[in-house]
């Protein structure tokens, strides 16, 4: 008995060393983040799970592989990240870091990793500025693990920058109505404006060649370029099936300006939608949010009824759209 306490003993402080020598850095796909484990004898999926806190069966199909076939030493899987297993608010777990690449900026950062909050990062990591050294690691947030060694970052961070959190409370604590959607609207357009203004001004083409570069076709919509734009400071991170609504507005039928609500996405962010059933796409820029309404649950998104009209999508309550940003 007292063999077989002493040979556990030493198994549970040999895995605890692995795993406090091992620095966690993230990597991501078209499946979301994730971390790289590389398998050690007589490891299996449940004893990978338990080390990382996630599901054997998630792990086995993020990874395309059977869960019954059991996994090989030396071979390299990788581990998803997810509600259950990181966060990226408060201070406390196992820091999860990202390795910066060239001309990266904090914004950058933030973009690659589920838009995190630039505040949070300035805090986790000391920083006094937003632009960073290449090949410098940052903390990008926490894994949350009873395998893993936890720490307490001394400065406690900031859940949003007040400027942002208060355009979106805004939004989530109106209903959705024509005459909220109009006001926000309103607001988008007088921004476009200016942006549009100042571009003019420093561009010496004219302007019948801003109007070619600006705006998209009439089928995919006026913000198709700027999402071409977005996408070359910040890639596509998320590719989701999502449940859609309709609001209607008046907006969108003659200058195919499409207009959708989601959550957790800043105002601004330009998202591309496509209809599954006839691969249809739109690009739509974010209004605000839709949480905390009673006659948005079920719903993912909603998006003004042009925005629906352009994927062939008849007035419903509810239906199935990809959404990419």
């Given at each position: 008995?007292?063999?077989?306490?002493?040979?556990?003993?030493v198994?549970?402080?040999?895995a605890?060393?692995?795993?406090?020598?091992?620095?966690?850095?993230?990597?991501?796909?078209?499946?979301?983040?994730?971390?790289?484990?590389?398998?050690?004898?007589?490891?299996?999926?449940?004893?990978?799970?338990?080390?990382?806190?996630?599901?054997?069966?998630?792990?086995?199909?993020f990874?395309?592989?059977?869960?019954?076939?059991?996994?090989?030493?030396?071979?390299?899987?990788?581990?998803?990240?997810?509600?259950?297993?990181?966060?990226?608010?408060?201070?406390?777990?196992?820091?999860?870091?990202?390795?910066?690449?060239?001309?990266?900026?904090?914004m950058?950062?933030?973009?690659?990793?589920?838009?995190?909050?630039?505040?949070?990062l300035?805090?986790?990591?000391?920083?006094?500025?937003?632009?960073?050294?290449?090949?410098?690691?940052?903390?990008?947030?926490?894994l949350?693990?009873?395998?893993?060694?936890?720490?307490?970052?001394?400065?406690?961070?900031?859940?949003?920058?007040?400027?942002?959190?208060?355009?979106?409370?805004?939004?989530?604590t109106?209903?959705?109505?024509?005459?909220?959607?109009?006001?926000?609207?309103?607001?988008?357009?007088?921004?476009?404006?200016?942006?549009e203004?100042?571009e003019?001004k420093?561009?010496?083409?004219?302007?019948?060649?801003?109007?070619?570069?600006?705006?998209?076709?009439a089928?995919?919509?006026?913000?198709?370029?700027?999402?071409?734009?977005?996408?070359?400071?910040?890639?596509?991170?998320?590719?989701?099936?999502?449940?859609?609504?309709?609001?209607?507005?008046?907006?969108?039928?003659?200058?195919?300006?499409?207009?959708?609500?989601?959550?957790?996405?800043?105002?601004?962010?330009?998202?591309?939608?496509?209809?599954?059933?006839?691969?249809?796409?739109?690009?739509?820029?974010?209004?605000?949010?839709?949480?905390?309404?009673?006659?948005?649950?079920?719903?993912?998104?909603?998006?003004?009824?042009a925005?629906?009209?352009a994927?062939?999508?008849?007035?419903?309550?509810?239906?199935?759209?990809?959404?990419?940003?």
């Amino acid at each position: 008995m007292k063999k077989l306490f002493f040979s556990f003993f030493v198994f549970l402080m040999a895995a605890h060393s692995v795993a406090a020598q091992k620095e966690l850095m993230v990597k991501s796909s078209d499946k979301g983040l994730y971390l790289e484990h590389k398998v050690a004898a007589k490891e299996s999926f449940y004893a990978v799970g338990r080390l990382y806190n996630v599901s054997p069966k998630f792990i086995a199909s993020f990874n395309s592989l059977d869960l019954k076939k059991g996994l090989q030493i030396d071979q390299k899987i990788r581990i998803p990240l997810t509600d259950t297993n990181f966060t990226q608010q408060g201070n406390v777990g196992t820091p999860v870091y990202y390795k910066v690449g060239g001309k990266e900026g904090l914004m950058t950062v933030s973009n690659k990793h589920n838009k995190v909050s630039l505040a949070n990062l300035r805090l986790w990591n000391n920083l006094s500025k937003d632009e960073l050294k290449e090949d410098s690691k940052l903390v990008i947030g926490f894994l949350h693990s009873n395998g893993m060694p936890a720490i307490t970052l001394k400065n406690k961070p900031v859940q949003e920058e007040p400027t942002v959190k208060k355009e979106e409370k805004q939004v989530i604590t109106e209903p959705v109505s024509e005459e909220a959607i109009k006001k926000a609207e309103e607001k988008e357009a007088k921004a476009e404006e200016k942006a549009e203004k100042k571009e003019e001004k420093n561009k010496p083409e004219p302007v019948v060649v801003k109007e070619v570069t600006t705006q998209g076709s009439a089928e995919q919509g006026y913000f198709k370029s700027h999402f071409e734009k977005q996408i070359k400071t910040s890639p596509i991170t998320k590719s989701e099936t999502v449940t859609s609504g309709i609001f209607k507005t008046t907006s969108g039928w003659q200058d195919a300006k499409y207009y959708l609500l989601i959550d957790k996405v800043p105002p601004g962010t330009i998202i591309k939608i496509i209809n599954p059933t006839n691969n249809n796409a739109i690009y739509a820029k974010v209004l605000g949010e839709m949480s905390g309404i009673r006659q948005n649950e079920g719903l993912n998104i909603r998006m003004s009824n042009a925005a629906a009209a352009a994927l062939n999508i008849s007035d419903q309550d509810k239906f199935i759209v990809k959404v990419n940003y």
